[in-house]
């Protein structure tokens, strides 16, 4: 029996990394990748998600714009997010955030462009997926002022610390590629702190590919070794795993099983 996987961050929605996305959807989902979200990282990478999720079972769009991006944020485009997410295929916003390890954005851009996501958010009552890098504390600092409210960090990369007062606010925390290379004891060790209810797996394809395809560009095909990997750290079977990190997943987007949990792609 194939464990039913839920990559819950992927790319497949870029087209210079896959102008033809079909075959990726159908080498995931003869691995057991039921289900998996397309992020945006603009409104127009937003829209594609969106577009490619719509007529695909177990496909769905996640829509936002990236810290990476903020520089080019201008408040309009929140009209463009309030009708993307009225779409029943979309299930969150993201991947929203901060970014301090490149310069593509200031602070005080990425910060406008987070907020307000997150005011929209808040309004639509839509979990959100962020995007950290080297700014936990900052972002951790801005979501301990705010209302309570679902969120996921997407690969997160954060210190035991960071993890602590994220878990204190009930927030979700996406694995990927990392968890497999051989010098991540440490996040290995992090992920056993974590209250596995609150655990999901991506592959954030194109980017980060899991041992031992690492150097490739990423795929939701290559998810299974992801979860291998957190199964070990967990103590736990495979099937379990999936189990596990599928329920999780679909609890956070709020999506109903029906009765069952293994819709194909």
């Not at 959807?25 to 829209?47: I, N, Q, Y």
């Amino acid at each position: 029996m194939k464990p039913q996987l839920f990559d819950t961050h992927c790319h497949l929605n870029l087209v210079d990394s896959f102008p033809d996305p079909s075959p990726f959807f159908e080498r995931a989902r003869d691995v057991g990748v039921t289900r998996l979200a397309l992020v945006g990282l603009d409104p127009a990478t937003g829209r594609r998600a969106l577009e490619m999720a719509e007529p695909l079972d177990g496909v769905y769009a996640i829509v936002g714009r990236h810290p990476n991006y903020a520089a080019h944020y201008v408040r309009s485009e929140l009209d463009e997010y309030r009708e993307m997410l009225s779409h029943e295929k979309a299930v969150a916003m993201g991947e929203l955030g901060l970014d301090y390890h490149w310069d593509f954005a200031s602070k005080d851009q990425q910060l406008r462009c987070l907020t307000d996501q997150l005011d929209l958010a808040a309004e639509l009552e839509v979990p959100v997926v962020f995007h950290c890098r080297e700014a936990y504390a900052d972002l951790l600092d801005l979501l301990e002022s705010r209302p309570a409210h679902p969120y996921l960090f997407h690969c997160f990369s954060g210190n035991a610390d960071d993890a602590r007062r994220a878990a204190a606010l009930g927030c979700c925390f996406g694995f990927d590629g990392p968890l497999t290379y051989k010098k991540s004891d440490a996040l290995r060790e992090l992920v056993k702190k974590l209250p596995t209810d609150r655990i999901v797996l991506e592959t954030d394809s194109p980017y980060m590919a899991p041992a031992p395809q690492r150097g490739k560009p990423n795929e939701p095909s290559y998810l299974p070794l992801i979860n291998e990997a957190l199964a070990q750290v967990l103590g736990i079977g495979v099937l379990d795993c999936a189990g596990l990190t599928t329920r999780n997943a679909l609890r956070f987007f709020r999506i109903a099983l029906d009765g069952d949990d293994s819709s194909p792609l």
